[in-house]
């Protein structure tokens, strides 16, 4: 355990393991040209992708807007047509899971006592 290593036995045998995958290494070069030249014609794709990308927002934005509702308030927040019992229906409806939404207090809310908790001014002198 305590002989020592020889170091230059350890790089030579690393140097020739080294070749040895240097060797067996495909060469890169002929892709890489063709990289080069390929990357000239995708330039001239780059216009084409962004004018149909555009096209299909468009169309998008078409689609969505076509598919509204002619029938629905144009203006956020207004009442629709609803006869005024349909009306108080529609509120009074409560859905499955609408307990989830009070919280586990809620109850006791009317019985616990309102304190005025508001902070206190004070006027200062300036002098």
Do not use: C
Not at 15 to 34: M, T, V
Not at 89 to 107: C, K, R
Not at 118 to 125: A, G, K, L, M
């Amino acid at each position: 355990m305590t002989k020592r290593y020889d170091e230059s036995k350890w790089s030579a045998d690393f140097r020739h393991l080294r070749k040895q995958d240097e060797q067996s290494a495909p060469d890169f070069h002929h892709l890489i040209e063709a990289a080069s030249k390929t990357r000239a014609s995708m330039l001239l794709d780059r216009p084409v992708v962004y004018a149909l990308g555009g096209a299909a927002m468009l169309a998008l934005i078409i689609l969505v807007i076509s598919s509204q509702d002619p029938m629905a308030p144009s203006i956020p927040g207004a009442v629709s047509s609803l006869n005024e019992t349909e009306f108080k229906l529609n509120l009074a409806y409560e859905m499955p899971t609408d307990f989830l939404l009070e919280p586990l207090w809620f109850p006791l809310e009317s019985t616990t006592p309102h304190f005025d908790l508001s902070i206190p001014t004070y006027e200062y002198r300036e002098e």
